[in-house]
């Protein structure tokens, strides 16, 4: 299981999965994706993949054997494995596919909203690095000034509508298996794993992974949200619990892990590359 420090950088990747910039684009989907803040998101992917990856090399013996010029060269691909723009595509693909007009219209009704639009501050605000350190204090400051049950209860249900700690386990879960399979690419071909061997292999550590990650997503929403009032965070659970809020989130969830499936794949093929022509260089 990969350590507090990248389980909680993960975490505050996600929060700005709904956030809501402002920006106009020319087609719903494409609209919903930047309301949405998934463009926010997945520019901070990479940094994501890399925490994990060097967090794999710091705990993993096996990763630890790997040539130093074989380490540089993986994370030397991860940008360009994870480019923003490529990922985009598949989640725009994706959300195309599995939304309705009429469920985009009324996911952007909900984002143009006055409460969705005051989230929208809150989520960017803080989603920010020096917010990222101080939600590490105000989570301290929790000891001492705890937050009342009801406010509790209305996060956690909010949690459980929006599927923060669902996705957020996802997240760290696929980025495991890409930083896997990236290193598998470097072994011989008989010695590789293929990747849903990799991905049950990892899925066997979801329930560990999500008892971390539940309770640093309760901190993050309730330093995110502390100016919204529980009437204001119930009415952002309905939405989440409407129809077409349930499918949203759930193809939103589809299309992140399709587009980080994605990306490992290319990440793979890139190192196999560099350590291929690395090879030819030196036999000539």
């Not at 910039?21 to 087609?27: F, I, K, V």
């Not at 990650?213 to 949200?225: G, H, I, K, M, P």
């Amino acid at each position: 299981m990969r350590s507090k420090i990248c389980l909680w950088a993960i975490v505050l990747s996600l929060l700005p999965i709904l956030s809501y910039a402002q920006n106009q684009t020319n087609s719903p989907v494409q609209e919903l994706y930047v309301k949405s803040g998934m463009d926010k998101q997945l520019d901070q992917l990479p940094s994501t993949i890399q925490s994990v990856f060097e967090e794999s090399v710091q705990e993993d013996p096996n990763a630890q054997k790997l040539p130093k010029d074989v380490l540089a060269a993986m994370k030397a691909a991860i940008p360009q494995s994870f480019a923003p723009e490529r990922l985009k595509g598949t989640m725009v693909a994706e959300l195309s596919q599995k939304l309705t007009a009429q469920d985009i219209k009324e996911v952007l009704q909900w984002l143009d909203s006055p409460i969705g639009k005051k989230a929208t501050k809150l989520e960017e605000a803080a989603s920010t690095p020096q917010a990222q350190v101080d939600m590490q204090q105000y989570a301290a400051s929790l000891q001492t000034s705890p937050p009342t049950s009801e406010r509790l209860k209305a996060l956690r249900q909010f949690d459980l509508a929006v599927k923060a700690t669902e996705c957020a386990v996802d997240v760290a879960i696929n980025a495991q298996v890409a930083v896997a399979m990236a290193m598998i690419s470097t072994f011989p071909a008989e010695q590789r794993i293929p990747p849903d061997e990799i991905s049950r292999r990892i899925e066997k550590n979801r329930s560990a992974i999500e008892a971390e990650v539940r309770s640093q997503v309760l901190v993050s929403a309730l330093y995110t949200y502390r100016s919204l009032t529980d009437a204001e965070i119930q009415r952002y659970t309905e939405f989440a619990k409407s129809p077409a809020g349930v499918k949203y989130h759930s193809a939103t969830m589809g299309a992140l892990k399709k587009a980080i499936i994605e990306g490992a794949v290319r990440w793979g093929e890139l190192v196999g590359k560099t350590i291929k022509e690395s090879k030819g260089h030196s036999e000539a």
